[in-house]
């Protein structure tokens, strides 16, 4: 999966809580305590041009600030991009061990 900044093009980097919320059937507790592993960070950072510099930052900024104990609002009933689609919970990212290789 590519991941954007934005999530237009790909991804946003913020959508791997909800697919690790829904790896955990919607408990939230237990997501909170999961594992995200992305493989290959260097390349699932792309845009739509494919160039490298600032945008892999943002990218990679958005996933720092996962890891640095967040508190994150992730949509439970759709896409991020439909808020309206779900109520959302918040997850905290203290204990969530994030695996980058």
Known sequence: TKFSETGY???????VLQD?????????????FGIVYVDEIDKV????VGSL???KRG?????????EDAEVK??????????QMGPGVSLST???????S
């Open 53 to 55: 510099g600032a945008f």
């Open 9 to 15: 093009v790909g991804q946003n980097a913020e959508d």
């Open 20 to 32: 690790l919320l829904t790896a955990a059937d919607g408990d939230q507790t237990m997501a909170q």
């Open 59 to 67: 990218v990679q900024n958005t996933f720092l600030k996962l890891m």
């Open 94 to 100: 203290r204990y969530i061990l994030f695996v980058f």
């Open 45 to 48: 950072c792309a845009d739509a």
């Open 74 to 83: 992730v949509q439970t009933g759709g896409p991020a991009m439909m808020p």
